[in-house]
């Protein structure tokens, strides 16, 4: 059974950051991408970053430049800095696991989610 548990969710202020971070069980492997999706009240939920094994990274339009995805495979955990948060951050973050690939091959998991607010 795969488990990812988040952590590091909270209120903060515009302008402010916050990291968000991933456990993941042994299930996990470098084989997964990691990163991380969010939904906002009343919005479809949308991709914020991922990182493959290897270290590859790709960003949300959105978050590029204000955000940094770092990845520890010996330790199966993935965290996502987020700086300047704006109040259009505000959403539940989901951390994410998932491989691609023939569909005997491909996974895609979910953590339960954190609440990010972003508001004075």
């Known amino acids: 059974q795969v488990q990812l548990v988040e952590s590091g969710g909270g209120l903060v202020q515009p302008g402010g950051s916050l990291r968000v971070s991933c456990a993941a069980n042994?299930?996990?492997?470098?084989?997964?991408?990691m990163g991380w999706y969010r939904q906002a009240p009343g919005k479809q939920r949308e991709l914020v970053a991922t990182?493959?094994?290897?270290?590859?990274?790709n960003y949300a339009d959105s978050v590029k430049g204000r955000s940094t995805i770092a990845r520890d495979n010996a330790k199966n955990t993935v965290s996502l800095q987020m700086n300047s948060l704006k109040p259009e951050d505000t959403a539940v973050y989901y951390c994410?696991?998932?491989?691609?690939?023939?569909?005997?091959?491909?996974?895609?998991?979910w953590g339960q989610g954190t609440q990010v607010t972003v508001s004075s």
């Open positions: 990182i493959t094994g290897g270290g590859r990274t």
């Open positions: 994410i696991a998932k491989r691609d690939g023939p569909s005997w091959y491909k996974r895609m998991y």
């Open positions: 042994g299930s996990i492997d470098n084989t997964y991408a």
